[in-house]
T-cell receptor, first 115, second 112 residues
Framework: SQQGEEDPQALSIQEGENATMNCSYK?????LQWYRQNSGRGLVHLIL?????REKHSGRLRVTLDTSKKSSSLLITASRAADTASYFC???????????????FGAGTQVVVTP | DGGITQSPKYLFRKEGQNVTLSCEQN?????MYWYRQDPGQGLRLIYY???????QKGDIAEGYSVSREKKESFPLTVTSAQKNPTAFYLC???????????FGPGTRLLVL
C-alpha cells in the first residue's frame, strides 16, 4: 500500500521559476525521503528529513516536514531544464517497527521545466 | 566504480515462462530490495533482504521469488504465476540500519 501521496501529479514551469510539490502520509514515521527519477531510469536520493526536524536544505532544494499535519513539501528554487524528472516522497516507519527496512513510496509528481 | 547493476536492461517473457532479473552491488551494503513500478505509479516493494540468507516478502510478493546467497547479489525470478508481469523493476540497496537506498538503473520486463 502507498503511504505517501504527492500533489500535484504534474507541474510545468519555466526555467528560473521555483517548483513546489507536496507529500501527505498517513501513519507515524521515522523519516521522510525525497527521490528523483529521470525518465526510464533508477531513482536518485535527494534528501532525508527526520521526524524531529522541520526543515532541511541541500543546494537548491528545501524540504519541510510538518508531522502534526503529516505532510512534507519539496521546493526546487531557480529551476533548470535538467530538473525535469519525476519526484517521489518515501516514508520510513523506522527500526523496531514491523515496517523497518521498507520504504513506502507515493505516486510521484512529474515536473517539466521548459527553457 | 561503486554501484548497483541490473541486467538485462530489457527482458521479454513468453507465456508460462519463468525469467530471472539480476541485481549486483559492490557497495558492501547489507540490505537489498526489489521494487516494481507501473506507469504513472510509485514503487511497490516485492521482496527485501536485510542480511545474507534471509529475505522477507514485501507488499506484492505473489508470483515472485528471490534468493540471497551472497551479499552482493539479489536475483529476482518472475514466475509463471505472476499474471501481469509487464513493469519496470528496480533493485536497491542500503547499509543496515541506514535509511537511504541506492537504486540500480532498472530492468523493463515485457510479455510476448
Amino acid at each position: 500500500s502507498q503511504q505517501g501521496e504527492e500533489d500535484p501529479q504534474a507541474l510545468s514551469i519555466q526555467e528560473g521559476e521555483n517548483a513546489t510539490m507536496n507529500c501527505s502520509y498517513k501513519t507515524s514515521i521515522n523519516n521522510l525521503q525525497w527521490y528523483r527519477q529521470n525518465s526510464g531510469r533508477g531513482l536518485v536520493h535527494l534528501i532525508l528529513i527526520r521526524s524531529n526536524e522541520r526543515e532541511k536544505h541541500s543546494g537548491r532544494l528545501r524540504v519541510t516536514l510538518d508531522t502534526s499535519k503529516k505532510s512534507s513539501s519539496l521546493l526546487i528554487t531557480a529551476s533548470r531544464a535538467a530538473d525535469t524528472a519525476s519526484y517521489f516522497c518515501a516514508t520510513d516507519e523506522g527500526y523496531g517497527t514491523d515496517s523497518w527496512g521498507k520504504l513506502q513510496f507515493g505516486a510521484g509528481t512529474q515536473v517539466v521545466v521548459t527553457p | 566504480d561503486g554501484g548497483i547493476t541490473q541486467s538485462p536492461k530489457y527482458l521479454f517473457r513468453k507465456e508460462g515462462q519463468n525469467v530471472t532479473l539480476s541485481c549486483e552491488q559492490n557497495l558492501n551494503h547489507d540490505a537489498m530490495y526489489w521494487y516494481r513500478q507501473d506507469p504513472g505509479q510509485g514503487l511497490r516493494l516485492i521482496y527485501y533482504s536485510q542480511i545474507v540468507n534471509d529475505f522477507q516478502k514485501g507488499d506484492i510478493a505473489e508470483g515472485y521469488s528471490v534468493s540471497r546467497e551472497k551479499k552482493e547479489s539479489f536475483p529476482l525470478t518472475v514466475t509463471s504465476a505472476q499474471k501481469n508481469p509487464t513493469a519496470f523493476y528496480l533493485c536497491a540497496s542500503s547499509m543496515q540500519y541506514q535509511e537511504t537506498q541506492y537504486f540500480g538503473p532498472g530492468t523493463r520486463l515485457l510479455v510476448l
